[in-house]
């Protein structure tokens, strides 16, 4: 609902209300079974083809035979909902000054019961988040020109755990070697999000900016490691709280400017570089309880060069991304943390419009570079993520553009 607000000598504003609700519920039931080998009177060398017939599978203990291992923790049901209402206002400030300035009242609920599925009636393991949080931002835009502004935002935001990780559900995770499970203990995290941007638009097509950010986390939900017997568990934590500032430059320009012949093409970059912190709690058994955060990377970096020809029905584009060294596994009993080495991916999309058609072909990481995954320069884990091409076809009113401007 958006209705005007009353007139002032600075010019017209306007005042939006609205309200959401959400569900989603999950009902999961899981079955574990292994393979288990005779007590005796097998070759351990002989091939799997003559080892795994018929004849050496059985209930006995002589046999090849496959055994229920399921435990008590292996089903569970999960509900979540939110009821959102909100309220924005949107008004100039004097000349060149204009703030909107809104509020997000989210009442929700998080519902997990975990139980052994053979005995769906007995024991119970229940998680249970529910709270009424308070979200404001404000966004003020001073003109400094015909085309350029300088803007200035605060924002208010939570991050909720997964259902999954709110059960003590357990998985093995055979690329790093431990196990992932869930805590019913869980929190939710708070932020708290500043952002100054500067921007100057040349042209209708063209943008430059910079920008600085900083966000306050509060019980920021982090991976940290625990002794389960004689291996390892990968358990979510409510870490103590932790910090990311950083800044970015964007610049799109078209290259028309340079030269005619090259007025179809535009290109786009944006670099971002980010220093992020975080304290876990003194529980886990992790080698540093001072960290980046996971899977936040120092940097980032994305350039693309789009070509759209005019009274064309086709256009392309190529883009380019570099994410630098990133944690992707706790270090623990004083082992160092495993990083993700800086990695780069090459995109390219091509669009037609045929008929009343939108065609457009698209090809993902062309580059296919190999993932290195290290622990204090050593190389424990690699993997290719592989190639992957893509076919779409929409009615020409919805087909999915070429290219987008690169975000952070």
Not at 153 to 159: K, L, V
Not at 265 to 279: E, G
Not at 342 to 356: K, P, Y
Request: one cysteine or more.
């Amino acid at each position: 609902l958006t209705l005007p607000l009353p007139r002032t000598g600075a010019g017209e504003g306007r005042l939006r209300l609205g309200y959401q609700q959400s569900f989603k519920s999950r009902d999961v039931a899981y079955r574990r079974f292994a393979f288990v080998p005779p007590t005796s009177g097998w070759n351990r060398t002989m091939p799997p083809e003559s080892l795994l017939v018929d004849a050496r599978i059985g209930g006995t203990p002589r046999y090849f035979r496959l055994t229920e291992l399921t435990r008590a923790t292996d089903a569970y049901t999960a509900e979540f909902r939110v009821h959102a209402r909100y309220a924005m206002a949107d008004a100039p400030i004097g000349g060149r000054l204009r703030a909107v300035v809104g509020l997000r009242s989210e009442s929700w609920a998080q519902e997990v019961s975990t139980f052994d599925p053979f005995v769906p009636d007995g024991g119970v393991i229940a998680a249970r988040l529910s709270e009424t949080d308070l979200l404001p931002c404000l966004n003020l835009t001073l003109a400094l020109g015909a085309a350029t502004n300088l803007r200035a935002a605060f924002s208010r935001t939570i991050s909720r755990p997964d259902l999954r990780e709110l059960t003590p559900f357990e998985l093995s995770q055979y690329e790093s070697g431990w196990s992932m499970r869930g805590n019913p203990e869980l929190r939710r995290a708070k932020l708290h999000n500043f952002d100054l941007r500067w921007e100057s638009y040349p042209s209708g097509q063209e943008l430059v900016a910079a920008s600085l950010f900083y966000k306050r986390l509060i019980d920021p939900i982090e991976k940290t490691l625990r002794v389960a017997g004689s291996q390892l568990r990968e358990v979510p934590e409510n870490g103590e709280g932790g910090h990311l500032v950083g800044g970015e430059w964007e610049a799109r320009v078209t290259l028309g400017r340079l030269a005619g012949a090259l007025r179809a093409l535009s290109l786009a970059a944006n670099v971002t570089v980010v220093r992020s912190r975080t304290t876990l709690s003194k529980e886990g058994i992790q080698t540093s309880e001072e960290r980046p955060l996971a899977g936040q990377s120092p940097y980032l970096i994305n350039a693309m060069l789009f070509y759209a020809p005019a009274a064309k029905r086709y256009s392309a584009s190529i883009l380019y991304n570099r994410a630098g060294d990133r944690l992707d596994g706790v270090g623990a009993m004083g082992l160092p943390d495993i990083y993700e080495e800086a990695q780069g991916t090459l995109d390219a999309a091509l669009t037609l419009r045929v008929g009343g058609l939108g065609v457009k072909l698209a090809a993902e990481n062309l580059t296919d570079e190999e993932s290195l995954f290290t622990q204090q320069g050593h190389v424990v884990r690699r993997a290719r993520k592989g190639r992957a091409l893509s076919l779409s076809i929409a009615r020409a009113g919805g087909a999915p553009e070429a290219v987008r401007p690169p975000q952070q």
